[in-house]
């Protein structure tokens, strides 16, 4: 059994342990909320909106949709995979980069595949076996539409210009602060609606449908985008609150398992003394 010091020193180690892990779950609480209230009010707008695109690129031909609907034969793809800058927050991370290997390595045999990372653990992670293209670390420090918009709008050149011929988004959905749901979305080319468009509204569309298409199609997809990675800010802060809980309960069992075990050590060792004193006294008095 440790001795009575070496006991203390665990002790001590795990309190200061628990109050850091306490300290991170406090500030992903609080951080978690602003996140949460963003993407609950961002969600309809962007699901509205890629339904209307979907829907009006449905009725009509893809020569009056653009380039961003155009299906090409894949031979180079590029997939944006979203992780955090720091750890410490489950498997947050490690989900995405066993989802995104194993979409790569079912879909895209033999094919080349480009990792663009927002987040340091993609970059580092994926880098290790992917050609990561941009590594973005700074996107979570100013997180708004106008910045991810510039990483949008970098990746619809390279579409355009033939540079890639398919892009997907891999992210972590926000359902809960104790569950994240991988995802994987197509973002480049558009797709559309197979089947019958809803026509129980008849709207009158100016200039033109084809107009406004191609005028909705880059907004949509800077949205789709911002949305994914206010999906995964999200998904991140509850994913970290959670691990941080956990680990303050699991350093809360095991200093009071210790603490049981200090006490009966204590109490072995102030027995033991007490049996030393009772024989010396018995010794001096025979």
């Known amino acids: 059994m440790a001795n009575l010091k070496e006991i203390r020193n665990r002790i001590t180690s795990i309190a200061s342990t628990m109050q850091i892990t306490s300290a ?3 500030v992903s609480a609080a951080k978690l909320k602003k996140a949460q209230d963003a993407i609950t009010q961002m969600r309809p707008y962007a699901e509205k909106l890629t339904e209307l695109l979907q829907s ?21 793809v590029l997939i944006i995979a979203i992780t955090s800058n720091r750890g410490l927050c489950g498997g947050f991370n490690s989900s995405i980069i066993k989802g995104a290997t194993k979409h790569i390595e079912d879909s895209y045999n033999g094919k080349q595949v480009d990792i663009l990372a927002l987040g340091k653990k993609g970059a580092d992670l994926l880098g290790k076996s992917y050609n990561v293209i941009e590594r973005n670390t700074k996107i979570f420090d100013d997180l708004t539409f106008d910045n991810v918009a510039e990483i949008a709008q970098r990746v619809m050149d390279l579409y355009l210009d033939g540079t890639y011929d398919k892009v997907e988004i891999i992210y972590n959905q926000f359902k809960n602060a104790a569950t994240q749901i991988v995802q994987i979305e197509e973002f480049l080319p558009v797709e559309k609606i197979e089947g019958e468009t809803n026509t129980n509204v008849d709207y009158i569309y100016e200039p033109s449908k084809a107009e406004i298409v191609l005028q909705l199609i880059p907004k949509s997809l800077k949205t789709q985008l911002y949305k994914a990675v206010r999906d995964s800010y999200a998904s991140e802060h509850g994913a970290r609150m959670t691990a941080m809980h956990k680990a303050t309960d699991n350093a809360n069992d095991l200093r009071n398992d210790l603490l049981l075990t200090y006490n009966k050590a204590r109490q072995a060792a102030i027995t033991n003394e007490i049996l030393e004193i009772v024989g010396g006294a018995e010794a001096l008095n025979n």
């Not at 009006?56 to 180079?76: H, Q, T, Y």
Request: hydrophobic residues 40%; without cysteine.
């Open 56 to 76: 009006l690129s449905a009725s009509l031909d893809a020569n009056a949709v653009g380039s961003f609907s155009e299906e090409r034969e894949i031979s180079k």
């Open 24 to 26: 991170m779950k406090m």
